[in-house]
């Protein structure tokens, strides 16, 4: 019996590393006025579950799948840095941290605004907002809520929330331990949208047998379908394979979708030989759709019919936007989702190194 695990857990390695190569990145991390190395500084990839801190020489060393990422570097004191790598090239990198102030202006209007009784009052509706309300989500359990500040601006009707230290997020439905240092959180009122910005790194839980194999199950029936999914899906030339389906709005009717007969098709889609990237761009908002039964939770919070037959997704792409094998894409900001996607919010994240 102990043979046969060997074996399987050997023949999964080398399925990985087959469909992902490797590559390292590495670099000195020191403080821009006086160049002395910083010591203990936290490095990481976004949204996956490499990172490390540097040595008392200020270097550090990271070993990644092939593809793209944003490294996150922060300091205690020290504005965050965040740099795009690839496996194209960035090293070795030296990095150099600008110490961060702030003014007492911004303090005051901060304390002004600050809700004292913000949980109480507003915490529930942020859970739902940042970490979700899938049935992921229910699985998910926020452990420093302490560190979570909120703030309401009146005369914007906007409700803004802040931590003092990185939000600490338990994932039993995924197995993940989240770490994530929010930027802030913004929900206007008068549009009911909200939006946030950190940098998340993920650990794995550690198991039995049978949670590791409940977390497996859990964490493929999150990725197929998922954009994580769809970006390596574009990216391997593989949208029909996997069941995706594209479609743009038409340019005379804003309620009517045309297929797009070919997602390939040099209007949309252009290869850069050099960095290895995938460009994707459509004039107009588009929808993604995915061959597969939505949740029930799902339908009942959009208020849609129960013999929706798949889950469909609404793109508005402001820009093109490069994608790496592995998933990850640039600038974000160009990608906004709305209806299936914007419903999975942290508690249905995966890492960029995840493979199913």
């Given amino acids: 019996m102990k043979s046969c695990r060997l074996f399987f857990i050997l023949f999964t390695l080398i399925i990985s590393t087959s469909l992902?190569?490797?590559?390292?990145?590495?670099?000195?991390?020191?403080?821009?006025?006086?160049?002395?190395?910083?010591?203990?500084?936290?490095?990481?990839?976004?949204?996956?579950?490499?990172?490390?801190?540097?040595?008392?020489?200020?270097?550090?060393?990271?070993?990644?799948?092939?593809?793209?990422?944003?490294?996150?570097?922060?300091?205690?004191?020290?504005?965050?840095?965040?740099?795009?790598?690839?496996?194209?090239?960035?090293?070795?990198?030296?990095?150099?941290?600008?110490?961060?102030?702030?003014?007492?202006?911004?303090?005051?209007?901060?304390?002004?605004?600050?809700?004292m009784d913000g949980w109480d009052k507003y915490g529930k509706f942020f859970l739902e907002n940042f970490i979700g309300a899938t049935p992921n989500a229910a699985q998910c359990s926020l452990q420093n809520p302490e560190a979570v500040h909120f703030y309401y601006y009146k005369k914007s009707d906007k409700l803004k929330v802040l931590a003092t230290d990185p939000i600490v997020i338990s994932n039993k439905a995924l197995g993940y331990n989240l770490r994530y240092q929010l930027d802030s959180f913004m929900y206007y009122y008068k549009t009911q949208v909200s939006s946030y910005r950190g940098y998340c790194f993920f650990s794995e839980m550690e198991g039995s047998f049978s949670e590791q194999k409940a977390w497996s199950d859990n964490r493929k029936k999150a990725y197929y379908g998922s954009k994580l999914h769809f970006m390596r899906s574009y990216y391997d030339s593989s949208l029909n394979d996997d069941n995706f389906e594209i479609a743009i709005l038409d340019s005379v009717s804003d309620k009517k979708f045309n297929p797009v007969q070919n997602p390939y098709d040099t209007t949309y889609y252009g290869v850069d030989d050099s960095t290895r990237e995938v460009e994707v761009y459509f004039p107009r908002k588009i929808s993604v759709t995915y061959k597969k039964k939505p949740e029930q939770q799902y339908l009942q919070k959009f208020k849609l019919p129960a013999n929706v037959g798949a889950e469909i997704s609404y793109i508005d792409v402001l820009d093109a936007i490069m994608i790496k094998e592995n998933g990850f894409f640039y600038d974000q900001k160009d990608w906004i989702n709305q209806g299936y996607w914007s419903w999975k919010n942290l508690a249905d994240l995966l890492p960029y190194d995840y493979i199913p």
């Fill in 20 to 115: 992902f190569g490797q590559f390292t990145v590495t670099g000195k991390v020191i403080d821009s006025a006086s160049m002395e190395p910083l010591y203990g500084a936290s490095v990481f990839c976004q949204n996956t579950t490499s990172g490390t801190t540097t040595n008392k020489q200020g270097e550090f060393s990271l070993s990644l799948k092939s593809g793209g990422y944003e490294l996150i570097i922060s300091f205690t004191g020290y504005q965050t840095k965040e740099i795009r790598i690839a496996n194209t090239g960035n090293n070795p990198l030296q990095i150099q941290m600008v110490k961060e102030e702030k003014s007492m202006e911004e303090v005051v209007i901060r304390s002004s605004n600050e809700v």
